[in-house]
């Protein structure tokens, strides 16, 4: 075997690389975990903005792998604040005595594969060169910022944010006149608060989003109570959904259903708030009748809600539901009805330029003391990207995924022998509950290294056919559903010049069964050498 510092390198200490690292270390292999940030934690510890928390409820939005820790931990809400999740990291880390094995504030430039030895050489930019047998990327599926290239931006003098590395110390905007660019879920999240501070806040909305009310509020013991002693049902439960949450997809179609049936429906889901919304049948997003109807009835919320009848149409989308990622919100709309707040439609009149101390729009310049970027990231294949990976014949993977990303099973790449990637494009991922996504994939890499050692094999590749098959089938699922109709980032239409590939997997449940066939049959379109 080559000589190595590590059996594994781990890039990045989110929920995923946390995780990782346990559940390797805990089986007998070597690991070494790099993380870019000053502490663990990855989403939770850079996206700090004002209402940061998570829209998957609290109990589903954690580990499962240990009994002990999913019951000792109490989550105090419905929905869990940034600031308490990045608690329950820390208390992960400290349980597991994980630091030790964490290096933080070091970024991976690079990690290239060593045909003849097996190994990968990992270079972190201060120059400092590792090796390992494996590297496992946990870097992330939302972690890559996009800050959009405004004309005039390096002229803006006045404080810039981006939602997705917010200071620690929190700026302050009371007496500021604030502009926010972009209303996705970190807009529509701290659009509400910043509002109630800044003298005025301009929100540039480009398109407007669909949101469900999160109506969050402290747990009910007996719901916790009962949860928690029904675990391991409860999570049994949400695997078998096509989204890894429980309450997922009413099977009856909307079109089954007359006009009233329908209401009464919709209106139970917008009652219960959150995600679940779009589960109120099953055929919402395949069928674009059906989708319309759901669409229809969170327009007239929006009219409800919004006093102006101009600003709710506005702020009412025309886009499919659910198309773009729903957003939950807490008083989103409402905050319309302020008089300190102005919504500026980008999509009909575009931002021109950002000047000195403002934003020059329709040949306005409306000035600013704080400009917010809520204008998302480079998803799923960003972060990737940002490192110089090198795999067979020193063939980088930017280069690979030039035309769209291309994954067998979202976990290993043709070409790149002994890497994986945690909830890499190509799975369920960002379409599922993050959490048992994660944590199935780090448990499939666990146990996919422990087959290697036992079976003394030394290298483990996905096979160029398997890849192109697994592609196509992702994209013809994703091509039976209403999701390639929009400009989302699921399909890279987010930046500028990113080809337009569909990424994420659709079908939780479908997804697991593939993975667990895979390995029955010996790893199936996987190439290994002994
Ligand atoms: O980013 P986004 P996000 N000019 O890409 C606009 C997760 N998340 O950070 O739609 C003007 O959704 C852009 O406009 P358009 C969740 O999965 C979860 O909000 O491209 N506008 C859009 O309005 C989520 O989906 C939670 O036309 C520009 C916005 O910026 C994902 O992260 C909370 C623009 C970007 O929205 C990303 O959410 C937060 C431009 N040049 C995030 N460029 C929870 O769990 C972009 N925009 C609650």
């Not at 869990?80 to 400290?94: K, R, S």
Request: proline share 4%; charged share 25%; glycine share 8%.
């Amino acid at each position: 075997m080559a000589q190595t510092d590590y059996d594994v390198v781990v890039v990045g200490a989110g929920f995923a690389g946390l995780y990782m690292l346990h559940k390797l270390r805990s089986n007998g292999f070597s690991v070494r975990v790099y993380e870019a940030g000053s502490d663990i934690g990855g989403t939770w510890f850079w996206n700090r903005y004002p209402g940061a928390r998570c829209d998957v409820e609290s109990l589903e939005y954690s580990y499962q792998f240990s009994e002990e820790l999913q019951q000792e931990w109490e989550w105090s809400e419905k929905y869990a604040t940034q600031g308490e999740i990045l608690t329950y990291v820390n208390h992960v880390a400290d349980r597991f005595d994980l630091r030790k094995d964490i290096q933080l504030n070091t970024q991976i430039k690079s990690t290239t594969y060593d045909e003849d030895e097996n190994a990968w050489t990992v270079r972190t930019t201060e120059g400092a060169v590792i090796r390992s047998s494996y590297c496992v990327m946990a870097t992330g599926c939302l972690s890559s910022m996009n800050i959009p290239k405004i004309p005039g931006l390096d002229n803006y003098k006045k404080p810039t944010y981006h939602t997705g590395n917010w200071p620690h110390e929190e700026p302050d905007f009371t007496g500021k006149r604030v502009g926010i660019i972009g209303t996705g879920s970190s807009g529509v999240q701290s659009i509400p608060l910043i509002a109630e501070q800044a003298d005025h806040l301009y929100v540039f909305q480009r398109t407007p989003s669909y949101a469900i009310p999160a109506y969050n509020g402290p747990y009910d013991p007996d719901y916790v109570r009962d949860r928690k002693e029904n675990y391991a049902h409860y999570r049994a439960e949400a695997k078998k959904s096509r989204s890894g949450f429980l309450l997922s997809v009413n099977d009856a179609n909307a079109m089954d259903c007359d006009g009233q049936e329908r209401e009464m429906t919709y209106e139970a889901r917008w009652t219960r708030g959150g995600l679940t919304f779009l589960g109120a049948f099953n055929d919402l997003l395949i069928d674009k009748t059906a989708n319309d109807t759901a669409a229809e009835f969170v327009r007239r919320k929006i009219r409800k809600v919004v006093e102006d009848p101009e600003l709710a149409e506005k702020l009412s989308p025309d886009t499919v539901i659910g198309c773009k990622r729903m957003c939950v919100d807490t008083n989103y709309y409402q905050t319309y009805n302020r008089s300190n707040v102005t919504l500026r439609n980008v999509r009909d009149t575009p931002i021109e330029e950002l000047t000195e101390d403002g934003i020059r729009q329709g040949g306005e310049e409306i000035k600013l003391d704080a400009l917010v970027f809520a204008t998302g990231f480079d998803a799923m294949t960003g972060a990737l990207s940002k490192i110089d990976i090198r795999g067979r014949g020193g063939r980088s993977l930017k280069e690979k995924w030039a035309e769209g990303a291309k994954t067998y099973l979202g976990l290993a790449i043709f070409g790149f022998p002994n890497m994986f990637i945690v909830t890499g494009p190509g799975s369920p991922s960002v379409l599922a509950n993050m959490m048992p996504a994660i944590e199935h994939h780090v448990e499939w890499i666990a146990d996919c290294l422990i087959y290697m050692r036992n079976s003394e094999s030394r290298e483990i590749e996905a096979v160029d056919k398997a890849e192109e098959n697994w592609v196509r089938h992702t994209n013809e699922i994703a091509g039976n559903s209403l999701f390639p109709t929009c400009n989302s980032w699921y399909l890279g239409a987010n930046i500028p010049g990113k080809p337009r590939v569909f990424m994420p997997y659709l079908g939780f449940q479908r997804y697991l069964e593939v993975c667990e066939q895979v390995v029955e049959k010996g790893y199936e379109g996987f190439s290994l050498k002994p």
